[in-house]
């Protein structure tokens, strides 16, 4: 791919890495949760931040995996703070245990990345019985993110740091059905397509950022909310789509992003001093981009809020 290596404003490009993106920054004193951390780039971003310093809550729906890869990290990095949690983000009774468990235990919470997903998957329901891409994609992530939000403005006020919340979207936004997200329509079966349901769903984190990052600002909380296109990479998100992955396997190394490539977005909009104090943007190679039109639509992302807020409830 590496046709594409011109370097945006920020000094980076399509081809910086996470470790890139992230050399010499001290995240000493900081505390993150990354969602869906026991596979691809959420493995490789919980690495990078414990390799600077950061204390890494890795949230895995499997926890044999995710213990697997907390030792891989601490064998790697002997002075790494990493745990494992138990969250499976499709199902808001796993949302909330998780949520409730983290805040007992009155840790901090510097830094949220909502980082799991699933593509184009067969339609399906989940145990909410809301559409499954909608649902693990976005409603388990608004849900986590509200639970959380106290304990992170608590954490702001008193280290005096900005909270930041990544909401890890996809540039496969653009695709999302015509109107964007079918309200009337979310486990519409009959009209469901894989792709068009992945599209809105990306759409929906991109709006969810905005929107919190809106409310946020009115509060006037010191923490941020961004939404970034982690790059087009091979990673098991493709596990539906045989002809995908096929091709993934065979001519992706050439044109998609590596994992540490693919980390490189989210380990930099959620460390780096050029983000200081930036909010309700969208990031593509840890550079600002712009979603389409209605990826900035503040009355679509109100609408959204609201909507979700009632599936939630």
């Known amino acids: 791919m590496w046709l594409f290596s011109r370097k945006g404003p920020s000094g980076f490009s399509a081809s910086s890495t996470a470790e890139e993106v992230t050399e010499g920054i001290d995240g000493t004193g900081l505390t993150a949760i990354v969602t869906g951390a026991s ?3 959420g493995t490789e971003t919980a690495r990078v931040l414990a390799l600077r310093g950061v204390h890494v809550i890795m949230a895995v729906r499997n926890v044999a995996a995710g213990k697997n890869v907390r030792e891989a990290i601490v064998k790697e990095i002997p002075t790494a703070k990493v745990d494992a949690m138990e969250l499976d983000v499709s199902s808001m009774a796993s949302v909330r245990k998780f949520a409730s468990e983290y805040n007992s235990q009155g840790l901090p919470l510097n830094i949220l990345i909502n980082n799991a997903g699933i593509m184009a998957s067969p339609f399906m329901l989940s145990k909410d019985n809301i559409e499954m891409q909608f649902a693990t994609n976005h409603v388990g992530h608004f849900l986590l993110t509200n639970l959380l939000l106290e304990t992170m403005k608590k954490t702001a006020r008193e280290s005096k740091r900005e909270g930041r919340i990544v909401n890890v979207a996809s540039e496969a936004h653009r695709f999302a059905y015509s109107e964007g997200i079918r309200f009337d329509r979310i486990n519409d079966q009959s009209g469901y397509n894989s792709f068009g349901a992945y599209g809105q769903s990306k759409l929906a984190n991109i709006l969810h950022a905005k929107e919190l990052a809106r409310r946020l600002k009115e509060e006037e909380v010191n923490i941020t909310t961004n939404s970034l296109h982690p790059g ?3 990673t098991n998100l493709f ?4 002809i995908i992955r096929g091709f993934c396997n065979t001519l992706g190394r050439f044109v998609l992003k590596n994992v540490p490539q ?5 380990c930099y909009v959620a460390l780096h001093p050029q983000v200081q104090g930036v909010s309700g943007e969208y990031f593509s190679d840890s550079n600002v981009a ?3 039109a209605q990826g900035q639509n503040l009355e679509l992302a109100k609408k959204l809020w609201d909507f979700s ?4 409830k």
């Open 39 to 41: 596979s691809g780039i």
């Open 232 to 234: 087009s990479i091979v």
């Open 239 to 242: 596990r539906y789509n045989g």
């Open 262 to 266: 693919g980390a490189a977005t989210t």
């Open 290 to 292: 712009k979603p389409n």
């Open 309 to 312: 807020m009632n599936l939630v």
